[in-house]
């Protein structure tokens, strides 16, 4: 029976239909085939052999002890149960593997488990020695899993990763990271097979300069036959497998033959960096290597496929994993074994960039038989969840080898969310899918590695909430019901007994990161001495030098368009030159006016000269012209003398900008760039250093003695947090100033003119032009949310852009200070809210919303009333004097801050806490509104709803937007007031985290 | 009947002695348990529901279309009312469809008593 509504939505009706069969599967045990007693009647040979065989088949599609059933939707988004209309199965195998149920093995789920439990504990061993090897948000996963599948001891408990393999997400998980390991190693396979042949041929191949295929190796080898007898004496060993793959009698050992004769004289490695190779065929070049029969006869398998080794994607590729940073090195290091300094591209070829001695710890051939077990794992998890097709044999797609013509048939959900991932991460780095398997491989990895990441926190996720279990949505960190109970009881208990300890603690972070106040247009850290500030003050004083010297040259220039067309002058030497050719066309001019008129008075004859008359017309006009030539000459020679005194201040200018510039990189950007590599030695990375706030970071390094990081070592960090952010910032500005200008559409004949145009845009088409092209760290920032900037300072920036090295520091350095900032600021408000006895009134309005009860009914009854809605969606800002909300705590609210603060904030903090028919409403709204402040209601209702709104950094309409589409859509039916409901219990919940400490 | 979770376990219980049984254990419950549980049961209510509202917008669509209905600028209110009254009853009905069995089941389980 169908328990299922036809009528209901497809997505109502597969969650109803998953809770049935979850209810139905634990309610069902196995049915006994046939309970009933044979007949007696005798039974020939033959019939019993049939009978023994139908039993025996019918056995082996029975569940087995531990094998564990899941609904098939977990797993793949196919919908064929495998039954046809008369409830036949079908025939073909993978088709009756089709059904709703499906059944994973036990000896599946335990394959998962240890590989599993093994790669994390050579992550635990790994991390023993390398504290920081899991840091950032690509490893996140990985930390929360070695949290929770810990045993007491601190080591991973195989029972607890067994237990977690039983789950779909579990297996999934494992699966995914089985992959990578794969990919990583058949990759190494790759690289080794390449350097083999590069040495024997001391060529790349020359079909496509790129390609070769195993066929053609093995035409190869049968050429240089002789070569391996000549050489087969030296080796026993190779001999041995030469022996073995020749013995197979068949073509195919060609191939493993020549590779393994390849290796042992050239390299120690083999195939097979393969995308679209089956594990047979893996498992075929690595038996024949072995010198196995089975090497040969797999071999031949092998060859009738599409087996083209891509020696430069090879190269190209290792490029690309080579630049990923230190700590993703070290990572793939302790996990895979593959250490992929150990190889080299020289101009086109792979090669080996270490002795054998001191190349990767794991040998080759144990990769080869990771990466065997492994394949054969995984397919038999694929059969499992029906996914038999010949493809899903294949190593792992791997966009670290770009195969153009490789799609694997492995259609599973994971695979499709990794897609999904990639292809946006992809669209919005504007990199189109073939660059990103070409040209631009390094960032498709980046990316792809990325989506991977991202679906395996996703999985993790489910696994956590579902499981009962609560997260820091921050740090990750992972806390079960009982540990975040006591967490949110032991933290008000905390503050209510330990106030005095609370508070001094508190002072002393305070104190610890300084003061910092606002001096006129300047922040000054007091806390670190004046050193940033110096910095700070350095940097700006040679940005103004420089705007001022481009200034000057400018007005040189323009002041002397009368007497030379400016076109093409770009500084006063080139103004000179063109001056000192005026000159000297002028003095031609001066002669060549002198010679007409001799000329013209010669020209008379001389008997009908009236001579006074004659001469004086002659000479008087002569004298007019010249005259008037010398004035321009005069004015042209005090245009050079004026150039050149000006020459010589803009040379004092310049000299000024140097001797700044020199101190500054002598002294305050080198302590900045080695306090930064400092830190990425300690293995800190650079996101982290930008990203983090000072009390993170303290957190996150310890110094060698176990301590926090001390006062003293204070300055060293943030000065590696300036860096980090602006090294940031240089890598998002895309532009030199003659780009921007082109980009701009300005079209003129010379840069002056094209400056001059561009001073003649309006500011709002400046500023729309600019934010197209100006993006900083967090990726979207307009320029027009740049603050103190004006059209002038614009004009010299785009000039600046290509020397704004310590433009992005400067700015860095606000962003850096900005930052801790409100770090103490937060600190501030904390130790406020302990002294005011807020943090008890927080925990009061927590517990009451937590009653749902008291929120449900209401969010669902005012939504569904168009008149009472409308007040969540009110945008409109409170004024200060407003006597809707008439507490002087509200209205300080309203006054501060530089984000807008609709009503809609206030009305959707009183729908919750209930704060406005409370005692001491102001009290109770100070409390509310610091257990949610705007923008992170904002985010929540912007997560929670799935609205997509982008929001940028200092987006000051990031609450009105998400308010806005909530009521287009809310309007439109696109949300429903239960999916309000669902979003109200998310921002409890946040309130929750807030409380307890597990959200800062 | 006010929509509250406790109401919610009731008319989903199916019979008396299964209401008494997860009340008890419902109201056993820590406060953070007791917001975990709750906010499962509110969450397959809602599931429920919306499945069931989509049905009935399109029964009333299909009514528009045949101009048995008329569409009315409170159209979806009128409809979500009608559910409300739609689901209430069989909630108390002694039959009910498979979509509230289902969900019957599934609190039940939540609570930590196996449906019976």
Known sequence: MDPVPSELSPEAAALMAKEVTESLASSSKPTETNKTEPKTEKKGFIARKLEERKVERENRDKPKPGDKSFDRSEFTPDADTGIDVRGRRRSRRFEQTSSRDIVIS????????????????NLNSALATNKNLLNGNSHRYERELLKFLKDEKGEISQAKVDKFVETSQGLIIAEMVNDLR??????????????????????????????????????????????????????PDRRAALAGAIEGGVIGAGASALITSLIQNYGEGFLDALGHLTEVQVAGLVGGAGGAILGGVLGRRFLTNNGDLDFVACAQNLKAIKSLPDNEKAYIRSVTGVDFDDYNVTDGHVTFARAPSERRVKDIFTIKDDIRSRLQTRQDFYKAIGLVRPDTRAVPFNPIRPNYEYFPQTDTLWKRRTNELYREGLASAGISPVDALGVRTAEGLRIH??????????????????????KNRKTGEILSQVDFTTNLDSTISRIETNEEAQKKKLESRISSLGDIKAEGDNVVFDGQSGRLDDISRSFSSVISKQRELIKFELDVIAEHSDVVDPSGIFNIEELQVKLGAALSNMEGERQRIIDDAETKYNAINPDDRSPDKSMQVIFEARDRQITALEDKIQKIRDAQKAATIKITERDKIKQEISDIESKIIKTQVYTLREDYDNFLILGITREQLANSSVGELQNLIRVPDGERIQKSHLDKLLNAMVEARARIIMENIRYSSSEIIDSLGISAPSMEEQLKKFRSMSVDEINRSMNILYTTSSGAEGWSNLENENRTPMIERAQQIGISENTAREEALRLTIEKIQREVQSLKDTQENISSGVLKKQGQLVKNASSVDNVYPKVISVFRDADQRQRFFDVSAVPGDSMDYPTEEERKLVSGGTVQKPRAYFEFLDLIFEYKNKEERGAQFKAASGLVKPIELAGILNESLGLGIVRVVKDRNFFVNVINEIQNRFNTGQITERQMRSAVTDIIIFARGRLSGLIK | MNLTTENIIKM???????????????????????????????????????????????????????????????????????????????F???????????????ISKIIGNPAT
């Open chain 2, 92 to 106: 108390f009905a002694d039959t009910t469809s498979a979509d509230i069995n289902s969900v019957r089941d599934k």
């Open chain 1, 182 to 235: 794969t990919e990583f190693d058949s990759f190494a396979f790759g690289l080794d097979i390449t350097v083999a042949w590069g040495n024997r041929m001391q060529a790349l191949p020359d079909r496509d300069a790129r390609i070769i295929n195993v066929g053609d190796i093995r035409r190869e080898y049968w050429g240089l036959r002789a070569w391996f007898r000549e050489n087969g004496g030296r080796y």
């Open chain 2, 12 to 90: 989903l219980s199916k019979n008396e002695s299964a209401t008494k049984i997860l009340l008890e254990r419902f109201n056993s419950l820590n406060d953070d348990e007791r917001f975990e549980v709750s906010n499962k049961i509110w969450d397959l209510y809602d599931l429920m529901y919306e499945g069931r509202l989509q049905v009935n917008v399109q029964k009333a669509l299909n009514e528009v279309a045949a101009n048995k209905k008329e569409l009315s600028s409170d159209f979806y209110k009128k409809v979500k009312e009608e559910t409300d009254k739609e689901v209430e009853k069989e």
């Open chain 1, 106 to 121: 036990a000896e599946v789920i335990k394959q998962h488990g240890t590989f599993l439990y093994r790669h994390l504990r």
């Open chain 1, 449 to 470: 590695m990325e989506a991977q990441q991202k679906v395996l926190d996703e999985l993790l996720d489910t696994y956590v909430y579902s499981h009962g279990m609560e």
